[in-house]
């Protein structure tokens, strides 16, 4: 077979190729920084603004909150700017720091089960300083980067895949046994999701994902029983609700009937901005963290729900189309491992909140108000953007390009 055939493109695309990345490489950060895709940036940007306008409605009311959305823009920024220095990294070196972040986080879960803040029933925080951070929120990104490491280095044409799996299993299911016993069962699902979606894009045959979602629904009943109390508590309530039974609008089912309550009344146009009764009224708990979508469906209703979605539909899309340009294994699977945790977020939080799915404690990214979810979220699109930047970087001759 010849060269061509070899590489999967011409001679004239590869020189067109060669030249861009070289031309690439002698601009300076000003001119990487104009290379960068602004219109998927900026677009981030718009979702995130929409956020601190979301939290200054449901807050301003109540003293102790109303600075939420100042705190929120402030880490927005910074995180912003951390998402355009990650950008600019060669993937070489996402690759490098890959096991040394992974290793960290794992550190930082151990961390938190002997030295952890509690708080809502559970033990998920580090107090450093004057700082609350939540390690399990790192964990998905760096498990996201440590399995594309791992694939990159071990997956050739001739090996036997079967065994390779089972390492990559055992990659993800370490931090995500530390944050099931926190207990965090959402991050946990979030951090497994994204995780799986890295194995099947690393070659995992229909048959082995069969027989994985055939053991996943037989072991259901299993994890059920090793809930924490509260976390049963919500189950049997989203099944009650799912059968149609009557439930204590007072206990589990409360937060959920009225944040229902909420998006219903916004209607199609919604009741606007800073007009919404559940939402000035301080009627939906957590209505600034996992239930800031209520406000947004009171206020701006079907028409303002949809547009949200939709922007993040373009921004996903986007993710996706980039990881599968990318010319090394490692970028492929790292920006779509991590354009998969943002999306599965997105998902889980949405069906939560509209009672598709039990209350399991998921922020919306972007949206949401939480200085560790943003940073993570900022740091999975910098890794996004930097395999796109770097798309013609070939790291290895190992795994299918």
Same mark, same amino acid.
């Given at each position: 077979m010849s060269r061509e055939g070899y590489t999967g493109f011409s001679r004239g695309e590869a020189r067109t190729r060669t030249a861009r990345s070289l031309s690439f490489e002698n601009v300076g950060a000003l001119g990487k920084l104009a290379k960068l895709p602004w219109g998927f940036? !900026? $677009?981030?940007?718009?979702?995130?603004?929409?956020?601190?306008?979301?939290?200054? +409605?449901?807050?301003?009311?109540?003293?102790?909150?109303?600075? $939420?959305?100042?705190?929120? !823009?402030?880490?927005? &920024?910074? +995180?912003?700017?951390?998402?355009?220095?990650?950008?600019?990294?060669?993937? +070489?070196?996402?690759?490098? $720091?890959?096991?040394?972040?992974?290793?960290?986080?794992?550190?930082?879960?151990? $961390?938190?089960?002997?030295?952890?803040? +509690?708080?809502? &029933?559970?033990?998920r925080w580090l107090q450093i300083g004057p700082v609350a951070v939540q390690p399990s929120e790192f964990a998905k990104l760096a498990t996201t980067m440590a399995l594309a490491w791992y694939y990159d280095r071990v997956i050739t044409p001739t090996s036997g895949r079967i065994l390779i799996h089972i390492g990559a299993l055992v990659i993800m299911l370490i931090p995500a046994a530390l944050i099931f016993k926190q207990p965090d069962f959402g991050t946990t699902l979030a951090l497994v999701a994204s995780g799986c979606v890295v194995i099947f894009l690393a070659g995992l045959s229909l048959r082995v994902i069969l027989f994985g979602v055939i053991a996943g629904i037989a072991a259901v009943p299993g994890i059920y029983f090793v809930l924490a109390d509260y976390q049963r508590e919500r189950v049997d309530t989203f099944l009650a609700q799912m059968s149609g039974e009557s439930t204590n609008a007072l206990g589990e089912s409360y937060q959920i009937e009225q944040g229902l309550i909420a998006i219903g009344g916004g209607g199609f146009n919604g009741k606007g901005w800073l007009q919404g009764i559940q939402s000035q009224q301080d009627y939906v708990p957590e209505q600034h963290t996992d239930f800031i979508l209520t406000v947004i469906g009171e206020e701006f209703g079907f028409l303002g729900t949809t547009t949200l979605l939709l922007g993040f539909a373009v921004i996903l899309g986007w993710a996706f189309y980039s990881a599968s340009q990318s010319q090394s294994w490692f970028g492929r699977l790292a920006s779509a491992g991590a354009a998969a945790t943002v999306a599965f977020y997105i998902v889980f939080n949405v069906g939560m909140v509209i009672g598709l799915l039990p209350v399991v404690g998921m922020p919306l990214p972007l949206i949401s108000y939480g200085g560790t979810a943003m940073l993570t979220t900022m740091a999975c699109f910098g890794l996004i953007l930097a395999a796109h930047m770097h798309r013609d970087e070939k790291l290895s001759s190992t795994g299918p390009i």
């Open positions: 940036i !900026l $677009l981030i940007a718009a979702l995130a603004l929409t956020g601190v306008a979301m939290l200054y +409605s449901s807050a301003h009311t109540n003293p102790g909150e109303s600075n $939420l959305w100042y705190l929120q !823009l402030t880490r927005f &920024g910074m +995180s912003f700017v951390l998402m355009l220095v990650l950008a600019l990294l060669p993937l +070489s070196l996402w690759r490098t $720091l890959a096991i040394p972040a992974y290793a960290f986080t794992i550190v930082l879960l151990i $961390l938190v089960e002997v030295m952890g803040v +509690s708080g809502g &029933g559970a033990q």
